[in-house]
């Protein structure tokens, strides 16, 4: 076996020795521009995955923000008045919602019933912007002898959120001494009467 040994021409100016005990400064650059690429690289990660963050906190902010409802009912006006039955009034009124949420809400509909009371919408949505009022148009059956209990009138809302989800709210609506109950009187006092 003959071992051969590399052989260095000492005139020629562009060979490297075949073991270098140091790196060659190019080498070294191309490290340090590694190195700072790497650092550049794992900053950049930081930053992003920091403004993911943020951006994802704030979007499930912004879900629940149009996901939650929160809302007040009053009866607001009454007219007419009629009956097919004796003893049972049937008019027309109107119920004021109030959007105490902080997105816009559409009220799709309202139903009611107590004690010989029933109310129910007109089948028409009402849009209600944050802090606004919309008024649901509503046929009302009341059983003279019996509507006027002193408990609340337990109201059922589908509500529409801004997420296009369909929440169910209840809100006890004040029948005694509302509009409703002042417009009724008069007709359950001649039903009484006749």
Same mark, same amino acid.
Not at 142 to 156: H, Q, W
């Given at each position: 076996?003959? !071992? +051969? *040994? +590399? =052989?260095?021409?000492l005139d020629e100016h562009t060979h490297q020795p075949a073991e270098s005990g140091s790196a060659t400064p190019d080498r070294r650059r191309a490290r340090r521009w590694m190195r700072v690429r790497l650092v550049a690289a794992f900053v950049a990660g930081v930053v992003i995955g920091g403004v993911g963050v943020s951006e994802l906190r704030d979007s499930r902010e912004e879900r629940q923000r149009t996901a939650s409802v929160s809302l007040v009912a009053f009866p607001s006006s009454g007219s007419g008045g009629g009956s097919d039955v004796k003893g049972v009034l049937q008019m027309d009124g109107q119920l004021a919602v109030i959007n105490a949420g902080p997105a816009p809400i559409t =009220? *799709? !509909? !309202?139903? #009611?019933? #107590?004690? #010989?009371v029933l109310v129910r919408d007109t089948g028409q949505s009402q849009q209600v912007r944050p802090g606004g009022t919309g008024w649901i148009d509503v046929k009302l059956r009341l059983e003279c002898s019996i509507a006027f209990g002193s408990e609340p009138l337990s109201m059922r809302f589908s509500v529409e959120t801004g997420d296009r989800q369909i929440r169910e709210v209840s809100y006890p609506v004040a029948f005694v001494g509302s509009v409703w109950q002042r417009r009724a009187e008069l007709p359950c006092a001649h039903f009484s009467a006749g």
């Amino acid at each position: 076996m003959s !071992a +051969e *040994r +590399e =052989v260095i021409d000492l005139d020629e100016h562009t060979h490297q020795p075949a073991e270098s005990g140091s790196a060659t400064p190019d080498r070294r650059r191309a490290r340090r521009w590694m190195r700072v690429r790497l650092v550049a690289a794992f900053v950049a990660g930081v930053v992003i995955g920091g403004v993911g963050v943020s951006e994802l906190r704030d979007s499930r902010e912004e879900r629940q923000r149009t996901a939650s409802v929160s809302l007040v009912a009053f009866p607001s006006s009454g007219s007419g008045g009629g009956s097919d039955v004796k003893g049972v009034l049937q008019m027309d009124g109107q119920l004021a919602v109030i959007n105490a949420g902080p997105a816009p809400i559409t =009220v *799709r !509909a !309202a139903t #009611g019933q #107590g004690p #010989g009371v029933l109310v129910r919408d007109t089948g028409q949505s009402q849009q209600v912007r944050p802090g606004g009022t919309g008024w649901i148009d509503v046929k009302l059956r009341l059983e003279c002898s019996i509507a006027f209990g002193s408990e609340p009138l337990s109201m059922r809302f589908s509500v529409e959120t801004g997420d296009r989800q369909i929440r169910e709210v209840s809100y006890p609506v004040a029948f005694v001494g509302s509009v409703w109950q002042r417009r009724a009187e008069l007709p359950c006092a001649h039903f009484s009467a006749g």
